[in-house]
Structures are given as structure tokens and as C-alpha cells.
């Protein structure tokens, strides 16, 4: 039963991780996603390297190395994933030793990717202000960050055409919104016809700032205020079941009412949205439209909390059996007498990334709603390291009066030497401070990290490092943690 339920909470909390991810993780890995990957495999490399040798010339069993290596990263899965090796392979008592390995090794593996930060820091003297700015400079230089603009149209060709016909023209490049002629504020509707001097007002990125003036007239940033007279701009939250999956055209909402949808906001990313483009369960919409339209719009789109509170379960049992199915595939590594697995912890976690990432499969919705992901995660994460304390406790005290002082030194190692090494190569070569801390946190899959580099300065630089990092990396000490055991 111990074993069932810790390989149950296991796979619970991965998954729900991994449906974290997912929407993010493709994102991420564009413009520095490269570098910062790069920075984080090293890092486990070199820590691997480490744990290798310390397993050769120290006289610890493969138990206690592999044990130590998880602990030293605070890398839960990869425990999981060798503790079920060790089981399948027959080693005696292996598990628990790991299990112990791991605990004693666990407490600076949390301070001391802190303790690399700070040194880091005042090594090459860091002014964390500066450190911003310039990711801010860079992150405006080559976003895709939407912005709320007005068109001054001054193309005569699209003189006398409707809306319908615009948004054909700019598909993809802006979305409309409203038009400003005269005194007067009116609803975008595919029929509205364009005359000389309107403005027409929506939202698009920068880079099609030159597209959109070619095109169709001069464009200008439009500052974030009310809108006038019967218009109004809100926000929807979509939970209507019968429409999920479906494109904004299929849905219809402009056809219907003098209303369009302007943004489209999933797990956090600001999407701009074009007639293809899908709605899904508890997605947040930008509607801007008549002021007394916006009960029938909210009505028809959902706007129901506790549609989201349901939970979902048939495509978690589904991610969690296709998860088990590919963990169980064997992986055949050079030189290696067995081959390896993703096992329980990454079979999961690689399905949950990308059903998170999809949104839909087929006809069935993945979505998740954050306060079930949460349990999930954190229930998961409960039951997995109560069944290690419980499988380690018994020989934890002998451990640590005979050799566990000496453990604990080769966890530190493991820890420090990785952070401080990689690192300062990458803040040599100019790497930003902010997105370096936010990469180290991720490439030792420590959230206590990532909180206080967070605390360090309020920008979002951290966690979007950590964020591209953080599957590769899951993934790549799950698979090297079996690699020890059988090298």
C-alpha cells in the first residue's frame, strides 16, 4: 500500500505540473529560450558529473548516490523515478536508502542555489535595477506584446469597404474593435462601411505597426481609458461547454450582437485573436461592444465560476494512463546494460505538458482549473514525500551518526559547485542577472529558489526563465537519475 500510494502521489503531482506548464512552454523556449536551456543543462551535467564520481570514490552505495543527487537538486520526480528502478532491478532495501539519501541531502539543496545567487551577485557586484531595465529594453526591442492603437485611415483603396473587408486585410496583424467617426463611436460590424477621416480602434503588436500604416493609415498608441457614450469594454470569462473548442467564427459573437472579441487572456498569455482562432474552457475574453448588450453576451459565453470548479476528470485519468503508457517505454542508452524509462513521474509529466499545451484533444477539453491543479499538486507532492519519510525514518538517525555528516558534505557538491561554476561563465558572458537566477532556480526544479529571486527585484524576468527551463530539465534529471543507477 506504501508503495501504491506513493507512486499514486507521485504522478498526481507531476501531471498537474506539467498542465501548468503547457500553455507557456512552447512561448518560452523562443527568442533567449536557447541560452537559457543551454545554462540549465550544464548544470545538471556537471551536477551528474559530480554525483558519478562521488559514487566511485567515495565507497556510498548506487542507492545513496542517486538519493544524494535528487536531494542535492530538490528533485522529487527524479527520486520517484529511480526509487522504482531500484524496486524493478531488486536491489535490497535500495528505495529507503535513497529515500534517506535524498532527506539528508534536501535541506541545502533548497539554500544552496540561494547562496550561489548572493555570490554570484556580489561577485560581479550586480545592481538588480540595471539588471531590469535592460531586460525590459530588450524583452519591448523584439516582443510580440499587444497594444491598444488607433488607425487614422488615410489608404484610399479601403475608402467605401466594409469592416468585414479590413479584418480579411489584417488578419492576424491587428483586431478592430470600434470606429471613431466624428463626434460618434460605433460598433465594428463586418457591414459598417469606411469613409475618408474615420479612425478605427483595436489592438496589435508592434511588429505589424508597418503592415497596418501600409495597409490602411497612420497608426498612434491609444492610452487604456473608458470608452464613451453606449459602448463598454469587459471581459468574459468563457466556461460555456457546448462552445469550448470551437473558433470565434464558428462561435459567431459578432454576427449576433454588436460586440467583438478583442483579447483573448489563457494562463496568463495575452493571445490576439483572428476568426480561427480557438476558444477555450476558462479563457478570459476582451469584449467591447454595446453597454447593454453585455448581460446577453456574458449569459451566452458562460461567465460561470462554478462551471470551472467542476472537475474534469476524464481527461486527467486519460493523461495519467497515455502518461503510464509512455513512462513504460524503454529508452536504450549506449552503454548502459538497461535500458531507461521516463518511468512514472516523466511519462506523466511529458503527456500533461502536452495536453497542457493543446488544450484540447480531439473533442474532449484538457482544461484543469487552477484551484484543482493546486490540490492536485499539492495533495500529489503530500502523499509522495509522507511515503518516503515514512519508508526512511526507521534507519534516518543511524544514518546520520554513521556517515550521514559525510553524505551531507558530498549533497553539498552536488548543490554548490553546479550553481556557482555555470553561473558565473554565463554572467561572464553578459548573460542578465534576473533571467540567470530565474534559469538556476529552474535547472534545480526549486520553487523556494525562484521565490526569493523573485523577492530580489519585482520583475517577471525570473520566472520566465524558469519557466523555459523548467520541463527540459524535469525531464533530463528524471532520465539521468535512472542513468546512475545503471552506469
Known sequence: MLHFVKEF???LFVY??????????LGTLKSNGLKLNMIAVAVVLLGFTIATFVKYYSGITTAQAV???????TNTPGLGAAQQILNEIGIQNGASEAGMAYALAYPFGVIGVIAGMIIIRLLFRINVKAE???????????????ESISVQVTNANVFGKNIGFIKQK????MVISRVGRGNEMLVASDSLTIEHGDIIYGAAPEVHFSDIELKVGKVSLQEKRSLPGNLAMFHVLFTNRKLAGKTIEQIGIYRRYEANITRIIRSGIEILPNSDTVVEMGDLLRIVGKRDLLEDVKNELGNSVKELTAPNTIPIFLGIVLGVIVGSIPIFVPGLSAPAKLGLAGGPLLIAIFFGHKGRIWHLSTYISPGANAFLREFGILLFLTCVGIESGEGFVSALLNGGIKLMGYGVLIT????????????????????????LAGSMTDPPALEFANGMYSSNAQS?????????TMILRIVLAQVLIFI
Open 9 to 11: 502521489g507521485l504522478i
Open 16 to 25: 498537474a505540473l506539467g498542465i501548468d506548464i503547457g500553455p507557456r512552454f
Open 67 to 73: 538519493g544524494l543527487m535528487s536531494g542535492a537538486v
Open 132 to 146: 531590469n531595465e535592460k531586460y525590459v529594453a530588450k524583452y519591448n526591442e523584439g516582443a510580440r506584446r499587444i
Open 170 to 173: 489584417l488578419q492576424g496583424e
Open 416 to 439: 554548490i559547485v553546479p550553481v556557482i561554476a555555470v553561473g558565473a561563465i554565463a554572467r561572464a558572458l553578459k548573460l542578465n542577472y534576473l533571467e540567470l537566477i530565474g534559469a
Open 464 to 472: 520566465a526563465a524558469y519557466a523555459t527551463v523548467y520541463p527540459l
